[in-house]
């Protein structure tokens, strides 16, 4: 007797509306076999799309059949041919590779014995008339997807920060959901603030909002329109893509979103943003790679009972730092440019008097400039009065005051450079500044991780290169390299006392002990 493998298929859309049900295709399959002599063998239940052969349950059922020893033939039945496929082009190819395996496929309520030639052109039609429908059911979704659209609908699967719901007349739509929505809406205010780019927008939302969303997701919620109250319909046939006004509430205003789009476009002046970063690697953004040039990047390592941080280039050339190290060497490289604590007073004294110096001197300027402004008026109020008495005829007024007319355009215009006289809030800014100087090292271990970054900004405006050798960089703030050349000075003077004395006079003897007369008596007898 022959052996036919039972094949149920049914879609979840086709269960509901035409109630196809698993159960009475099994026992129309099985009464099939009864009646005509056939021993039931596999059963193979399915419920996928017939669109094509990439189903789980049919690949399983293919694979059997390529290792089975048996070689007896087999027939395959279902119940109608749409069950076992709505797509002509891959029924054919399935077909001739079940032959090629032994096994006959065949609908047992659309027989057709396929030896017949004739026959073929029944089964193209019971195979195509399930694809136009397919076609035909897509068709009609696709133009109702954009006869809502275009009604400002949104007919999809809600995005985050909304949930689909329906109207007042079933229609569905979509409403913001909290706490997703307010997530969203802080998000794109991070980024158009440009203090953070939007990759660190992204590590800062999952840090201090609990926002939960991979990289790609991201960076397609913040070019989504919907998010601002706008459908976007996609070109279709002679139909060009547009956006256009949603019913939905938006979560962002149009010019914050349009704002966020110049950012994520490069269409703004780029400024410089913030890092995010661990505390444990805190110079990531700060580091040049030695080797390549590349900016290093931060990365934990998990050892057997905590984690490891380290420094390390992205690219091939393998540079690569433990964090402790690195920290530990930036830290030693700060101390070079404490301030010694004598030097501290003698500073603020030189910054204070050549403050007040410049004061003075701006102050003068500007009463020079005043002084010479009435000058120019009074000049220009004497030769009116020579004009009434007669003393000068109109000509010559007119040249009078076209020169003094000038000289006043010029003195104002310099008088407006100065600055008004400013008050004396140096002193504070002066003293908390050297404070900071003063301590610079201690400061910067005790700091948060922000105030650590701002510190190392301030201090080498440009990347910094660390070697084991130690740090390297082509600038440093003006001001520190001058404290670390004034600290090297003072450092130098006090290993070598003895070079001062050496470059006094060796014929005068150097003043020692009391009483000087004797050793300098001694000398000159000598001589």
């Excluded at 859309?13 to 698993?22: H, I, M, N």
């Excluded at 440009?194 to 999952?206: C, G, T």
Aim: contains cysteine; positive net charge.
């Amino acid at each position: 007797m022959t052996t036919a493998d039972l094949y149920i298929r049914v879609s979840t859309d086709e269960q509901a509306d035409k109630g196809y049900s698993q159960r009475n295709q099994e026992e129309m399959l099985l009464k099939y076999c009864e009646i005509n002599n056939l021993i039931p063998g596999k059963v193979i239940f399915e419920d996928h799309s017939a669109k094509s052969f990439e189903r789980p349950e049919w690949t399983h059922y293919l694979n059997y059949l390529k290792s089975r020893k048996r070689l007896s033939s087999t027939l395959v039945l279902f119940t109608k041919w749409d069950r076992f496929s709505r797509n002509a082009g891959d029924a054919y190819m399935m077909i001739s590779k079940l032959r090629r395996l032994g096994v006959e496929p065949q609908a047992i309520e659309q027989p057709l014995d396929l030896n017949i030639p004739e026959n073929k052109m029944m089964l193209a039609f019971y195979l195509a008339a399930p694809e136009v429908e397919n076609d035909r059911r897509a068709l009609n979704v696709l133009h109702g997807m954009r006869r809502a659209k275009k009604e400002g609908r949104y007919c999809h699967s809600a995005p985050r920060g909304y949930k689909n719901t329906r109207d007042d007349n079933g229609n569905k739509v979509i409403v913001p959901r909290e706490p997703q929505a307010s997530q969203i809406k802080w998000i794109f205010e991070r980024v158009a603030e440009e203090i953070y780019s939007s990759e660190q927008v992204l590590k800062l939302a999952r840090k201090e909002i609990g926002f939960k969303c991979s990289k790609n997701a991201f960076y397609h919620a913040l070019r989504n329109p919907v998010y601002c109250g706008k459908i976007f319909i996609h070109q279709y046939k002679d139909e060009e893509a547009r956006i256009i006004n949603g019913q939905h509430e938006g979560l962002v205003s149009e010019k914050l979103f349009y704002k966020v789009q110049e950012i994520l476009e490069g269409r703004r002046p780029k400024r410089k943003t913030k890092v995010v970063t661990h505390e444990n690697i805190p110079l990531v953004g700060f580091l040049k790679c030695p080797k390549c040039t590349r900016m290093l990047t931060g990365s934990a390592s998990k050892g057997r009972n905590k984690y490891y941080y380290y420094y390390h280039c992205t690219s091939q050339c393998g540079e690569r730092h433990k964090a402790g190290e690195v920290n530990k060497a930036f830290v030693n490289e700060l101390a070079k440019y404490t301030i010694n604590p004598v030097l501290g007073d003698i500073l603020k004294g030189v910054i204070i008097e050549t403050y007040n110096k410049k004061i003075k001197a701006s102050t003068d300027g500007r009463a020079e400039l005043i002084k010479g402004i009435e000058e120019q008026n009074e000049k220009l109020s004497k030769a009116r009065m020579l004009l009434l008495d007669d003393a000068i005829d109109q000509e010559d007024y007119k040249a009078i005051k076209l020169a003094c007319n000038q000289k006043l355009i010029d003195l104002e215009s310099r008088l407006a450079c100065y600055k008004t006289k400013q008050r004396n809030t140096l002193k504070p800014q002066l003293e908390k500044a050297l404070d900071i100087a003063l301590n610079i090292e201690k400061l910067y271990e005790e700091a948060d991780l922000e105030r650590k970054r701002k510190l190392v900004g301030s201090i080498y405006p440009e990347n910094l290169t660390f070697t084991e050798s130690g740090y390297r960089t082509t600038r440093v703030n003006e001001v520190f390299s001058l404290l670390y050349t004034v600290n090297r000075e003072i450092k130098d003077k006090k290993k070598g006392t003895s070079q001062q004395n050496s470059d006094l006079s060796q014929v005068v003897i150097p003043l020692g002990l009391e009483p000087r007369t004797l050793s300098l008596k001694g000398r000159c007898s000598t001589n």
